[in-house]
């Protein structure tokens, strides 16, 4: 059974900086394509950064240069570090895997997680 099991937010002043992680179990990290996610209330989730063997890393335009995607293969975890933090990136941050080739589209992805809050306060 595929868990994926994210950890790290909280809540931050502008400028701050969080690293959240998403522990993978029944799913080995390293050689899949995966994504962080975000989802305001009454929005629909967005793409905010997407890892894939194929292409490497991307980012979504709104964080580029700010946010960071990587894998620690040893302990079949991903990560997402933030830097710079905004209020409107204020969300639920969700991880998400996939047995297709990465892409921003949330629809494409068979596996999540339940998500951890992020707060960036003006």
């Known amino acids: 059974q595929v868990q994926l099991v994210e950890s790290g937010g909280g809540s931050v002043q502008a400028g701050g900086s969080l690293k959240l992680s998403c522990a993978g179990s029944?799913?080995?990290?390293?050689?899949?394509?995966m994504g962080w996610f975000r989802q305001v209330p009454g929005k629909e989730r967005e793409g905010v950064a997407i890892t894939d063997s194929e292409f490497g890393t991307s980012y979504a335009y709104s964080v580029e240069g700010r946010f960071t995607i990587s894998k620690d293969n040893a302990k079949n975890t991903l990560y997402l570090q933030m830097n710079s933090l905004k209020p409107e990136d204020t969300a639920m941050y969700y991880c998400?895997?996939?047995?297709?080739?990465?892409?921003?589209?949330?629809?494409?992805?068979?596996?999540w997680g339940q998500g951890t809050q992020v707060t960036v306060s003006s």
């Open positions: 029944g799913y080995t990290v390293s050689n899949q394509s």
């Open positions: 998400a895997a996939t047995g297709a080739t990465a892409t921003f589209d949330f629809e494409e992805y068979e596996y």
